[in-house]
């Protein structure tokens, strides 16, 4: 079953576009958060009180795992949602967040101690070419200048985010109860995304049913069940194998998105799919 966790983790985690897309226009983005991280935090607490879950036996422990929810949740999903609702095409947003398998080889070389083969080097390459073609035939004709610049910035917070939160918790707590381990994660996202909601945005959320359906994909599909394999990989695999998968998630998303919403495929695209899963074979063989 450990074999198929990196191609489940691909698949749930491409259809955190479905509660983008359907969530978004009835909630600031943040707000959107905030929400979700209590849904979150209450269900994995009742979950890990309810079976006796192990928690961290040092303080040291604990504030390593909450910073790497700070990182990979509170960073990397607030930017994403952040420059999505402020108008970012999905698209642009996916090439920028696509560079994060190349950030997280640099580092792991001189953080971790890994050794990144040249093979894996051109597979990495490969990928991040095979990303821009899946997702060019969406760049055309998109916002440009200053507006695209500031609408860019919190899509590289997003990617520094998931970069440094990957690295962070490989080097620092790759082991820990997924269950207790989540609470402590979403706890300081949970604290900080409220801080900034209460400053810079007015609590707008409309219980429409796209927004209830949005909010639970989110939280049962993503936040439990994509986030706990996401650990698991972290846990079992080197720091490059498992950045070089979000390569195949733009791939998912445009296959879903194609079967779901009607959007179209070109040969550009389809091209682009097969270079990015022949990436990541070449950075995971």
């Known amino acids: ?30 707000s959107f958060l905030f929400i979700r991280y209590l849904l979150v935090i209450a269900l994995m607490l009742a979950g890990a009180l309810a079976f006796r879950a192990p928690w961290p036996g040092s303080r040291r422990q604990a504030w390593h795992i909450a910073v790497t929810g700070l990182l ?7 930017g994403v949602f952040i420059a999505i609702a402020h108008g970012l095409p999905a698209g642009i947003t996916a090439l920028v967040v696509g560079l994060q398998p190349l950030l997280t080889a640099c580092g792991a070389g001189w953080l971790l ?49 998931i ?17 207790t381990g989540s609470v402590i994660q979403f ?46 990989l972290i846990r079992s695999g080197s720091a490059v194998n498992v950045a070089s998968l979000f390569y195949l998630t733009p791939v998912v998303t445009a296959v879903i998105a194609w079967g779901i ?11 682009g799919m097969a270079v990015a899963v022949a990436g990541v074979w070449m950075a995971r063989r």
């Open 1 to 30: 079953m450990s074999r198929a966790y990196p191609l489940l983790f691909v698949l749930l985690w491409s259809t955190g576009f479905i509660g983008a897309k359907l969530g978004l226009p009835h909630a600031d983005p943040l």
């Open 72 to 78: 990979v949740h509170a960073v990397y999903l607030g």
């Open 113 to 161: 101690g890994e050794r990144v083969r040249p093979r894996q080097w051109a597979g990495l390459v490969l990928g991040f070419a095979g990303v821009g073609l899946v997702v060019s035939g969406k760049l055309a004709g998109q916002v440009e200048g200053a507006q695209l610049q500031a609408m860019l910035v919190p899509a590289f917070a997003a990617l520094a985010g």
């Open 163 to 179: 970069t440094a939160g990957t690295l962070y918790q490989k080097r620092y707590c790759p082991s820990f109860d997924l269950r």
């Open 187 to 232: 706890v300081p996202c949970a604290i900080a995304t409220g801080l900034l909601v209460w400053a810079t945005e007015s609590w707008r959320v409309e219980w429409e049913g796209e927004f209830v359906f949005a909010l639970g994909w989110l939280v049962l599909v993503l936040s439990v069940g994509a986030i706990s394999l996401l650990n698991l």
């Open 261 to 271: 919403f009607g959007e179209t495929l070109s040969g550009i695209a389809l091209a």
